[in-house]
């Protein structure tokens, strides 16, 4: 009635009128902060961090179509066009580049992304709770540790002539393997230092699904004689699909982001025709060489296909009636 009322005297006085509608938007938005205020300000680092690194740095993708300069600035560098995108889609290296990166990010798509599942699924059967903690504790740990580190670790386990693995070798009087310098180790040596580090850490979301399933599901399962492997199946499995979906299409998201640091550690010579992707591209070419409309334009078209991805895994999922992101 009051908001009736105030557009009625609004109308009256020959002012504007306010949409009741509206201002009773705005005023169920106010008292919804008033009264979670204390949770608004705790989401407020992280919203000011993707404001002021995720938001406010979209404005300066203009720079791909320019040939940026820090003299002239944004505002003063000259508009080249599309000029960046065709000397990067005509590159003899966009090919290796692409399949590169596209050949990484499938590896660890079937490899990596069902390894916290899996380790979930063994982790949940696991009736103990001392052994189930202490094994989650020792999974979790390599998520901590940084990629310098596990290069180290890397390097003592398998150097051709310090690493452990081919001191054995050599007491077992086979021939030493040439692991970290061999392209056809290096896509699975990356896949397998991604899992070493972060199935652990990958699990705990899985865990959180699982422990929402009602246990009374469980025992009618068993008093209908369903084995275990019928239970993961039929329960623990159906529990966590919407989790494993949302995280699938984000995972599409970024398919074309395959980490720098562990690629730009791991990378040496004989294995550069392998190892280079658009991050390291991005890096050698764009970021040290100075030219930073080149190296936008790069990130700019990784976003693009991420964003494409995206939408289309959403839609799809939403087309098959399955959870999606929105």
Do not use: C
């Amino acid at each position: 009635m009051k908001a009736q009322e105030t557009v009625q005297s609004a109308k009256g006085s020959g002012s504007p009128p306010i949409p009741a509608k509206s201002k009773t938007k705005w005023g169920r938005i106010r008292s919804d902060v008033a009264r979670d205020k204390y949770l608004y300000m705790l989401a407020l680092p992280g919203l000011i961090f993707f404001i002021i690194f995720k938001y406010i740095p979209i404005t300066n993708l203009v720079i791909a179509f320019q040939e940026y300069s820090p003299y002239f600035g944004v505002f003063g560098s000259p508009w080249v066009g599309f000029e960046h995108f065709a000397r990067f889609f005509s590159n003899d290296d966009f090919w290796m580049l692409l399949r590169n990166t596209l050949a990484i990010s499938f590896l660890s798509l079937i490899f990596f992304f069902p390894a916290p599942i899996i380790l979930a699924l063994m982790l949940n059967e696991v009736r103990s709770s001392f052994y189930k903690r202490t094994i989650q504790s020792l999974v979790y740990i390599p998520h901590f540790l940084s990629w310098v580190l596990i290069y180290g670790l890397t390097y003592l386990m398998f150097s051709q002539s310090e690493g452990l693995f081919n001191k054995w070798l050599v007491t077992m009087d086979w021939g030493t393997v040439d692991i970290l310098s061999n392209p056809n180790y290096f896509w699975g040596m990356l896949t397998a230092q991604s899992i070493w580090k972060e199935v652990g850490w990958g699990t705990i979301i899985f865990l959180a699904a699982i422990a929402g399933v009602d246990p009374q599901l469980y025992e009618a399962a068993v008093m209908d004689g369903a084995g275990r492997m019928r239970r993961i199946w039929h329960i623990t499995l159906p529990a966590m699909r919407n989790v494993i979906l949302i995280l699938l299409i984000l995972r599409l998201g970024t398919i074309m982001d395959t980490g720098f640091e562990q690629i730009y550690l791991m990378m040496n010579a004989p294995v550069t025709n392998v190892a280079e992707v658009f991050d390291t591209y991005v890096y050698r070419v764009g970021i040290r060489q100075g030219e930073f409309s080149y190296s936008t334009a790069i990130g700019l078209f990784k976003s693009i296909v991420g964003v494409i991805l995206v939408v289309s895994a959403n839609r799809l999922a939403r087309r098959y009636g399955q959870e999606s992101l929105y």
